[in-house]
């Protein structure tokens, strides 16, 4: 084995850096089994097992390993290789059958060209009456798994376009209706282009552009965040400490931001909360079962990389105040690395009160500031924006949020048709019915990795002598003692929170100390059959909670090969074992988002919609943990 360079890493969870990606690709070729034309799917960490993260100290060297995943050829095969830095050697190297990688950007390149010269694509643009080809917007998608023989043995798209009136406009307000190109990713070829029938173009740009949406409001005054003093974090690395948290920022090509060994501080004694916290997995089923519109499930994460997709960050646009950004490196498809300068940005907030009492008898009046520390990323998916927000909180508190943005998918319709399964936007233009279906997956470990997760809601209390108001309501807790019971969904008319509790560890009023898992907002499950084709391959969306034993390689909630997969791996399958989740080391996989019923308001940019949950401790301290937190300084009017 050739043995190229050593690792410099300083902790098991670094960021990945250029030089890494360099040497591990290297090290890979040096193996003479990588093939000339190998495309490099991607380069990341291959994150190393929890024991040894939690064993790890500082200035020992940290055995560094990292993950390539490569095709070879228009087939059904992908290759896994684990390479050691540290070592200089190939540790692993998997050949996986009949599999499909996410869709590789050179490829999907690669469709719009030869779908826009396709004879037939271009028959089906005159039978249209459009004739400048430049202007079309041509959008490859995930295929799904239909039975289509398209789809057998190969890795192929489904190309949609638009038209545009110029370079800069939104093609959205123009769909071709009734176009479809086949293309076959791996051998670079156009399959078929179905043509569905003509429905008129809709007559109204769509321009968000402020040169084209009139006047601009000039009344709204400059709103300023002074920090004279810079922020309350310091970063070391990867390493954040802010207030009584700390954390390393992490970031996968798929899932995006993550978050590692998230854990507070209690007067000394580091106290774990999350081991991993990241999104696994999301897709985006749509509603309507017309020939045009019904095939399209978008898996975000798995198809095409919550990471992949990632922004670059600016300040007093994405993020506001005193910011510290985070760069990441990925690799290009040739196996050079890339930068994404600001791909995370971090940052505080003020977020109104924190807690307050007027003492009306003794006259005192204390109320102290509620803030947060931000840390985000956004991913552009084609017409769609994803903003994903972690929030650590003053008083134990740790948040989702999910910002939806962007431009809705669109249809094409024949005016003065009432469209039953989407609502119209512009004239002969209407947004299908959807979904937003995530799933974070939430690797808690509470004062250590012995936990049980309890559901616990409201139960009202039959009338009877011991109910004489018949008003008496209490708390229900019941322990999932296996992964299939643990199979839930949310219940707002109780209350329904999950409960993650360390039963060996209790607080000073002998509870065991915990943290719940709050549904935030109304959420729904996917409302796709579960026979459908996307029922079986967005399973972990059949249900808002699952959990299981933790197990490494246990990462996506969909399984490794999303893309075009007929169903059924990934958390329906784990879950099948009914393994035991009490007092062990849980997993808590939370699917939640939004239906959307698209508005005119949606329409030609959407406002921001909002989806999201909360973790939050439940006798994890004694008492407030923010009793602390001093009265802001400047006013002298919070307290006193
Ligand atoms: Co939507």
């Not at 009456?129 to 289509?148: E, H, K, N, R």
């Not at 003794?362 to 109320?367: H, L, Q």
């Not at 709050?518 to 059949?542: C, E, N, W, Y």
């Amino acid at each position: 084995m050739t043995s190229i360079g050593t690792g410099v890493a300083t902790h098991p969870l670094d960021l990945l850096t250029p030089e890494e990606v360099t040497r591990a690709v290297a090290i890979a070729r040096a193996s003479g089994k990588v093939p000339e034309d190998a495309v490099f799917v991607h380069v990341r960490l291959h994150e190393p097992p929890k024991d040894v993260v939690a064993a790890h100290t500082a200035g020992v060297t940290v055995d560094r390993e990292i993950e390539v995943q490569l095709v070879t050829g228009p087939g059904l095969e992908v290759i896994e290789v684990i390479v050691s830095l540290t070592a200089g050697e190939v540790r692993d190297w998997q050949v996986v059958e009949g599999m499909r990688p996410t869709l590789l950007f050179g490829e999907s390149g690669n469709a719009i060209g030869k779908v826009r010269a396709h004879p037939d694509w271009q028959a089906a643009m005159a039978r249209r009456g459009i004739t400048d080809l430049d202007l079309v917007q041509i959008d490859p998608w995930p295929a799904g798994s239909f039975g289509s023989p398209h789809e057998e043995g190969r890795r192929i798209s489904r190309c949609i376009s638009f038209v545009r009136e110029s370079q800069t406009d939104n093609g959205y307000a123009r769909p071709i209706e009734g176009v479809i190109a086949f293309y076959d990713q791996g051998a670079g070829e156009v399959l078929e282009v179905l043509d569905l029938g003509i429905t008129p173009l809709p007559p109204n740009r769509g321009s968000y552009l402020p040169e084209d949406v009139g006047p601009m409001r000039t009344d709204l005054k400059p709103l300023e965040i002074s920090q004279p003093e810079g922020p309350s974090f310091t970063v070391d690395g990867n390493l954040v400490q802010w207030q009584k948290w700390s954390f390393r920022v992490g970031f996968d090509p798929y899932e995006g931001l993550v978050l590692h060994t998230l854990a507070y501080d209690d007067d000394g004694r580091t106290r774990s909360v999350l081991h991993r916290a990241s999104i696994s997995e999301m897709v985006v089923p749509y509603g309507d079962p017309g020939a045009m519109h019904g095939w399209k499930n978008a898996f975000d994460a798995g198809e095409w990389g919550l990471g992949r997709m990632a922004n670059s960050l600016k300040l007093g646009c994405d993020c506001l105040g005193v910011i510290h950004y985070f760069d990441v490196v990925l690799a290009t498809e040739a196996g050079d690395p890339y930068v994404v300068e600001q791909a995370i940005c971090m940052h505080e907030e003020d977020y109104g009160i924190l807690w307050k009492h007027h003492d009306l008898q003794g006259g005192t009046n204390e109320t102290r500031r509620s803030r947060r520390l931000v840390i985000s990323s956004i991913a552009t998916v084609g017409n769609y924006e994803y903003g994903f927000y972690w929030y650590l909180y003053l008083d134990g508190n740790v948040q989702l949020e999910v910002k939806l943005s962007g431009i809705i998918s669109p249809m094409a319709i024949e005016q003065g048709v009432i469209p039953e399964f989407a609502t119209i936007v512009a004239p002969g233009l209407a947004g299908p019915n959807h979904q937003h279906m995530f799933c974070a997956r939430l690797d808690l470990d509470v004062d250590g990795t012995n936990n049980s997760v309890y559901e616990v809601e409201a139960e009202r209390v039959d009338a009877g002598p011991d109910n004489p108001w018949s008003n008496a309501f209490r708390q229900k807790a019941t322990r999932f003692d296996g992964e299939m019971a643990a199979r839930r969904e949310v219940n707002p008319a109780t209350s329904r929170c999950w409960r993650v509790i360390n039963p060996s560890q209790p607080n000073s009023l002998g509870q065991p100390v915990g943290y719940k898992l709050i549904p935030t907002m109304s959420t729904p499950t996917l409302l796709a059959h579960p026979d459908s084709s996307v029922g079986k391959r967005a399973g972990f969306a059949q249900h808002n909670l699952w959990v299981t034993p933790y197990v490494r390689e246990e990462r996506r909630a969909a399984g490794d090969y999303p893309n075009q997969h007929e169903g059924g791996d990934g958390l329906p399958r784990w879950t099948e074992a009914d393994r035991s989740i009490t007092e062990t080391d849980v997993v808590l996989w939370y699917t939640f988002g939004v239906t959307h019923f698209v508005r005119p308001e949606d329409w030609p940019v959407m406002p921001v919609e909002y989806t999201g949950f909360l973790l939050s401790p439940v006798g994890f301290f004694d008492r407030n943990p923010a009793l602390d937190v001093p009265p802001s300084s400047g006013n002298g009017s919070c307290h006193g």
